[in-house]
Nanobody, 116 residues
């Protein structure tokens, strides 16, 4: 049974940092790409980052490039999203996603609120 559990969200002031974590189980973690997505209020969900099996990350949101970095720890079955210089427009629920045997799985999400 695939499970993804996100954590690390919260309220942070503009310019601050957060590190999101996603603990995974139920599949061979080291063999799968993991993704981070986010959904802001009233907006469609968007893909933020992909972390490869080798641990490199690609950031897809132009405004997040240079500020966000994805990483993983295969020994802990955990993927991370380091977010620096946070802006109010980064406010969203952040989800991790994996595609396993043709099916997509998401966690419950973690709320990130950037506000002064």
């Amino acid at each position: 049974q695939v499970q993804l559990v996100e954590s690390g969200g919260g309220l942070v002031q503009p310019g601050g940092s957060l590190r999101l974590s996603c603990a995974a189980s139920g599949f061979i973690f080291a063999s799968h790409f993991l993704n981070w997505e986010r959904q802001a209020p009233g907006k469609e969900r968007e893909l933020v980052a992909t972390i490869t099996t080798a641990g490199s990350s690609t950031i897809y949101v132009d405004s997040a490039k240079g500020r966000f970095t994805g990483s993983r720890d295969n020994a802990k079955n955990t993927v991370y999203l380091q977010m620096n210089s946070l802006k109010p427009e980064d406010t969203a629920v952040y989800y991790c996603r994996v595609v396993y045997r043709g099916y997509a799985y998401w966690g419950q999400g973690t709320q990130v609120t950037v506000s002064s």
